[in-house]
């Protein structure tokens, strides 16, 4: 029963369950590279995220290499790749951006 009960949480999980999630650093099976570079991200771990998505293809890693390359404060770097994802750079603060990110993965 717990093990089906972990399975639907993992394959339900919403917006606060992910933010327990980085706040307790217990990662939780994910089965998108998106919310899991994002989990990488939003623990600080920004190489490990990183290295999850630079070779990734298309529109969506690019975002997100986009947003790794603004934490990072590379801001040209980062034009390139919200260019490539056919985005422009937020205004928002970083933490928006990762809360919105989050949410449009999930």
Not at 18 to 35: D, E, H, R
Not at 71 to 79: I, L, T, Y
């Amino acid at each position: 029963f717990l093990a089906k009960l972990i399975d639907y949480f993992y394959q339900h999980m919403n917006f606060d369950g992910f933010i327990q999630s980085v706040s307790t650093g217990k990662l939780p099976g994910l089965n998108s590279i998106y919310l899991e570079t994002l989990w990488y991200a939003g623990t600080g771990n920004w190489n490990k995220a990183h290295e999850l998505i630079q070779d990734e293809p298309g529109k969506d890693a690019a975002l997100l290499h986009a947003y790794l390359h603004r934490v990072e404060g590379d801001q040209w770097n980062a034009e390139y790749w919200y260019r490539k994802a056919g985005e422009k750079c937020p205004s928002s603060g970083l933490q928006e951006e990762w809360q919105s990110l989050v949410k449009r993965y999930l």
